[in-house]
């Protein structure tokens, strides 16, 4: 019966990218509803998740040569905005530490386990690199991931509208923050609006998958000996 | 029926480059992999793999056109490799059901915090450029 977890989670998720490319909206993300349906299956019919884990396992594979070619988006990204490309490296490294610092802090200040703070220490990166990160800071992969995906749905819906509001109305300074902040579903909405943001966006994202492991995890450590 | 040969060879050729870039992007992989567990590296291989590459490509070792037709399917599926993953997250539903303010205040909060951030200080250092 397991064996068929691969091939359903292949149809649904095709299915619901069919749905989504008909009515396009950042609340119909079909990542975030396969995964919706892969969790009330695992409930409802209390399916066991070591066989679940293995029965999906070629998955875990396929997500590594994945991150592995994200290099060429980043090589191609990197070579259009080469002349800002230290602004757009400052900016996305402080919008890292951002996010990694709040979610520390909210945590902190809400008393949660060690655990769950390492699961939401690198929120704004793409989510195979999330996985990566927090397991290597001893979080919990499947809470980072989950909450990267509706982190980006809310970026989605709101991203523009907060952007405008906080008086940023440079287009690529929109382009770069929705990237930077809200990962490939944020990209995503700045392609669909014009494309001098989509182009930044996508620089973002690529550079945030860069610079997220290699500053996460040594500002992660550093958070934990100040806030405790 | 007549054969377009030009087409059929055309076809041929791409169908070559496919197992040949994801054998490139395998062999960074499982080097990377080999290096990380030799040396016990805690950095995540994927990523070290995905560095070298990039690395690969700028100092030219590599051309853009060998990695494309493997590289382009995957990011295209990339989403769907993460579901199992997520779906995991099952696993934990006592701890989420416990601490959900926390993560509802980090959906809300991180990414909000994260555009102001850096749309402002985008625009702020491209005003001064």
Known sequence: MMWLALPLTIIAFLCLRQLHAKVNSPLLNPVLWTIIASVLCLVLFDLDLPSYSRATSPFNYLLELAVVALAVPLYKQIHQLKKQLLLILIAVAVGVIMATSSAYVIATVLDVPQQLKASLASLSVTTPITLLVTEQLGGIGSIAASMVILIGVVGAIVGFSLLRLFGIKDRSAQGLALGGACHAIGTATAIADNELSAAYASAAMALSAILTPLLVPLYYPWLVHWLG | ?129
């Open chain 2, 1 to 129: 029926m007549t054969i377009n040969i030009a087409a059929l060879g055309k076809h041929a050729k791409l169908a070559l480059r496919l197992p040949v870039s994801w054998a490139i992007l395998s062999s960074f992989l499982v080097t990377a992999h080999l290096i990380s567990d030799y040396f016990a590296f805690s950095f995540p291989a994927p990523l070290s793999a995905m560095l070298a590459l990039f690395l690969a490509l700028q100092l030219g070792l590599l051309k853009l056109h060998w990695l494309q037709p493997g590289t382009q399917p995957l990011l295209n599926f990339m989403p769907l490799f993460f579901v199992p993953a997520a779906a995991k997250v099952v696993e934990h539903s006592p701890l989420i059901a416990e601490h959900w303010l926390v993560l509802l205040l980090c959906l809300f909060l991180v990414p909000a915090l994260g555009l102001i951030s850096i749309g402002f200080l985008m625009q702020r250092l491209r005003g001064t450029s």
